[in-house]
């Protein structure tokens, strides 16, 4: 039997044993040695995100070592040889590849992804130490000696920032870019946006640890939510970007609010990346005259695709030397304390949250 925190109820989670399934044909199984929390695990835990079946195990964001492969696997989903006992690192969607979105618009999310199943039928879901990945299911080898915690640590985020960023037109050298949000997936666009040469780099959050942690990756500026008002904010990013303004503005807040602020933000002929709205419902009232006025490029992402996590795997594994991405783990738990790993999510003091399977 496998262990694995499962959802049962509305705000209940037990560690419970769940069988182990042999791999199918094209699939395999994985001991899983890290777990990423994320916060829709939180939104699956309080029933907001969407409707799943109960019970269910939590995760979709993990590392581990090939333990069987299923019939006809030899190679990862970029054509690396694979054996059993490699590290691999996967993308919890399986697009159909047979529907309009993933074959004709050649974009997500696919329209018959397949969904996480109850917690007795196999899973992929990672907080548990097997996971069982379909046929189909893209997964990477992780280069020998990488660092897990590195790549663990920005988590699914990391994949959405390369691809939001990716599909709002990426940034080029020079540019500035200003990120509302310090959490992961903010944090993560702070590191793409170093990566690729990014002249200023500013940074908005009321969190600050966050902020420090930005700091330490990348952020050139950091403006605090609670300390500046609007236009002292607008006023800051002026002044780092110049006259004409940012070039990019990611919003990585999930907070409505975000939205006027960063079209009021964004400079002349700039991007608007949209990426962390996807669970806040509701409206909000901003000027349309305002993206006329500054030839303004709105652009919205969700559902990362396979290669953005080929690209992130990478990114984190070649900056993890780099920049202090193992340091964005700031709690740790084993299986058994499932409950607490989940709590601290919501605690101040944390930026990133993993289950460690090695911790009985
Ligand atoms: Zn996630
Ligand atoms: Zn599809």
Redesign the pocket.
């Known amino acids: 039997m496998a262990k694995a925190a499962v959802l049962v109820s509305e705000g209940v989670v037990e560690t419970r044993e769940v069988p182990i399934f042999e791999p199918e044909a094209g699939g395999a199984l994985v001991r899983i040695e890290l777990g990423g929390v994320c916060g829709t695990d939180l939104h699956m835990i309080h029933r907001l995100a969407y409707e799943y079946p109960l019970p269910i195990i939590l995760g979709h964001e993990g590392i581990g070592r090939i333990e069987k492969l299923g019939a006809g696997m030899d190679r990862d989903h970029a054509g690396e040889p694979i054996k059993v006992g490699d590290r691999v690192y996967w993308s919890p969607m399986v ?5 309009y ?2 074959t004709i618009l050649e974009s997500s999310p ?4 397949a969904h996480f199943a109850e917690a007795d039928k196999p899973s992929w879901c990672s907080h548990a130490d097997y996971g069982w990945l379909p046929r189909g299911m893209p997964f990477f080898k992780v280069p020998e000696g990488a660092s897990l915690d590195a790549i663990i640590a920005l988590g699914c985020a990391l994949p959405t920032a390369v691809g939001s960023i990716d599909v709002a037109g990426g940034i080029k050298f020079g540019e500035t870019v200003v990120v509302q949000g310090a959490g992961p997936v903010g944090l993560a666009a702070t590191l793409v946006a170093n990566v690729s040469g990014a002249r200023r780099i500013i940074v908005i959050d009321n969190n600050k640890i966050r902020l420090e942690r930005a700091r330490l990756i990348g952020a050139t500026d950091t403006l605090s939510l609670e300390e500046l008002t609007p236009e002292e904010r607008k006023n800051a990013v002026m002044d780092a970007c110049g006259a004409s303004g940012p070039d990019l503005v990611v919003e990585a807040a999930g907070h409505l609010s975000a939205f006027p602020e960063g079209v009021a933000l964004g400079g002349q002929a700039g991007r608007y990346c949209v990426a962390g709205l996807w669970g806040a419902a509701g409206e909000v009232s901003f000027e349309p005259r305002q993206l006329v006025l500054k030839n303004f490029s709105v652009r919205g992402s969700m559902a990362p695709r396979a290669k953005h996590y080929y690209r992130a795997l990478h990114l984190a594994v070649d900056m993890a030397d780099k920049v202090p991405l193992a340091n964005l783990i700031t709690h740790r738990f084993g299986l058994n304390q499932a409950a607490d790993a989940y709590a601290a999510v919501t605690g101040g003091e944390a930026v990133k949250v993993i289950f460690d399977m090695s911790i009985s």
């Open positions: 697009a159909c590849n047979q529907c979105t993933c696919c329209e018959k992804a």
